[in-house]
Every structure is written in structure tokens, then in C-alpha cells.
């Protein structure tokens, strides 16, 4: 299914009616086509969506990417290069070209980077607090445990929060686990393993 913005009220409407697998929009305002493809991911997740523009840079298809799009095309590509996106899309595969996917890997493993530059700040009493914390210790209970004030608890913490860049107790223990998932070795932090509750 083809679809080009501006031709109807709610362009959403004949798209949920006929569910197609994958759909081709077609935005003449690159900021609409990007708001259509989040609300297709909202609302229909499992139409792919293929966004189409005139002359898109990295930037732009990296943030159709992020918004749900499987990929990113200019009206000034060949018909075999919107043929071979749609094969990739029918495959479950997003379609990017060799810039872009630089682009990606680029920003990519700047994250990994800064990840390590934040939690390699933390010392190994904060990596004990944290590691509590993501296991459901209350502050009360992390004293008890590391045999210190319930103050200088909250002020570990406190720390934690702002090293990780982060504003509660649950966004602190997703950081924790994600950070340990993407670790292929044993942690290395004497306060990264998981306390035991028994």
C-alpha cells in the first residue's frame, strides 16, 4: 500500500481498515512523515513502514528509524533500490545504506563508550548501593546491609543517581540490569554482584 500525506483527513483510517503489511509513505513535510510513522507504531504495529521523502539526509532516516520506520527512501532513488527495500522489509529486515549504517554504528559505540566512562566513575560502595537497590532493598534495608546510616544511604544513592544520570529507584536498577546484560564477562565491580536475600 502506497500512502502520500495530505491526500486525506486521517491518513490512518484506510490503512486500518485494509492492514497492509507494509506501506510506503510518501511525506512532502519530512516533520509530518515522521509524526505518521510513530503513530503507526503506536497504533499499528505491525504495519512496516517504508518513509519516502525528497532528498533525506543521515540525520532525518536515523530519526525515522528511531520513530519505528524500517526504513528510509529519497523520491530520487531507482525503482530496484525501492524494489530491494521492500524485499528487505517482507524479509523482516530494515533497509539502510552504507552511510547510514556507518552512521549508526558510529553512534552506537559512542554510547558504549559513555556508558563506560559513567559507570567506571562509580566507586565500589556505590556499586554495592545500586546493586541493593536494583534487587528491592528500601534505603532502610541497604544501611542494615552495608552496616552504615540510613543518611549516608541516601546520600550513596543520591550520587548514584547523578552519575547514571538518572531520577528514581527504577530507572537507577534498569540502568544496573541493562548494564550487566550487555557485559559478556563477570562483572567487574566488587559491589556489582547481586546480593543474596536469604
Not at 129 to 135: E, P, Q, R, T
Not at 149 to 172: F, I, M, P
Request: proline content about 6%; aromatic content about 6%.
Amino acid at each position: 500500500m502506497v500512502m502520500e500525506m495530505g491526500d486525506i483527513p486521517d491518513p490512518l483510517t484506510p490503512v486500518d481498515k485494509s492492514r497492509p503489511e507494509i506501506l510506503i509513505v510518501h511525506a512532502v513535510e519530512p516533520a509530518l512523515g515522521l509524526g505518521t510513522v510513530r503513530q503507526m507504531r503506536d497504533l499499528l504495529p505491525d504495519v512496516r513502514v517504508l518513509l519516502l521523502t525528497d532528498e533525506p539526509k543521515d540525520e532525518f532516516c536515523l530519526q525515522a528509524l528511531e520513530a519505528g520506520a524500517w526504513g528510509c527512501l529519497s523520491t530520487s532513488d531507482t525503482p530496484q533500490l525501492l524494489v530491494k527495500a521492500l524485499e528487505k522489509a517482507a524479509q523482516d529486515e530494515r533497509w539502510v545504506g552504507h552511510r547510514l549504517a556507518n552512521l549508526i554504528i558510529e553512534k552506537f559505540v559512542a554510547g558504549q563508550q559513555a556508558d563506560a566512562r559513567t559507570t567506571e566513575r562509580l566507586t565500589s560502595r556505590e556499586w554495592e548501593v545500586l546493586a541493593l537497590l536494583a534487587n528491592g532493598c528500601s534505603d532502610k534495608e541497604i544501611a542494615s546491609r552495608l552496616f552504615i546510616s540510613r543518611e549516608t544511604a541516601k546520600s550513596h544513592l543520591k550520587s548514584v543517581y547523578k552519575k547514571l544520570q538518572v531520577r528514581n529507584r527504577s530507572a537507577a536498577a534498569v540502568y544496573y540490569f541493562k548494564y550487566f546484560r550487555n557485559q559478556s564477562d563477570s562483572p567487574r565491580h566488587p559491589g556489582a554482584a547481586v546480593p543474596d536475600h536469604a
